[in-house]
């Protein structure tokens, strides 16, 4: 059974920084799309950033430039360094993990979605 849990979430003042991490474990998945995507309260999903088996990646427009997703695959594990933050970038960010061998696509997301996510961290920046 795959088990996706996220950690580095916190409070931090605008112009801050924050590292998220994404550990997987249950299974290994020879081709894949990994995803960040936040949802803040009463708010829809919104796609952060995205990284492909392959290494491809996609950024929210609104994130290009600050975030940088990366993974350690011997660790099984998926990071999302995130840069001068601002507080519209407050939310609670998820990771998601599917099988699929079609990549990324524009918006920070994963063509193909709803594999398997975690319960999220919650990011707090002030002003």
């Known amino acids: 059974q795959v088990q996706v849990v996220e950690s580095g979430g916190g409070s931090v003042q605008s112009g801050g920084a924050l590292r998220l991490t994404c550990a997987v474990s249950g299974h290994f998945f020879s081709s894949y799309c990994m995803c960040w995507f936040r949802q803040a309260q009463g708010k829809g999903r919104e796609g952060v950033a995205a990284i492909a088996y392959d290494g491809s990646t996609s950024y929210a427009d609104s994130v290009r430039g600050r975030f940088t997703i990366s993974q350690d695959n011997a660790k099984n594990t998926l990071y999302l360094q995130m840069n001068s933050l601002k507080p519209e970038d407050t939310s609670r960010y998820y990771c998601?993990?599917?099988?699929?061998?079609?990549?990324?696509?524009?918006?920070?997301?994963?063509?193909?979605?709803?594999?398997?996510w975690g319960s999220g961290t919650q990011v707090i920046v002030s002003s």
């Open positions: 998601e993990v599917t099988p699929s061998t079609r990549g990324v696509k524009s918006g920070g997301y994963c063509v193909d979605r709803d594999g398997y």
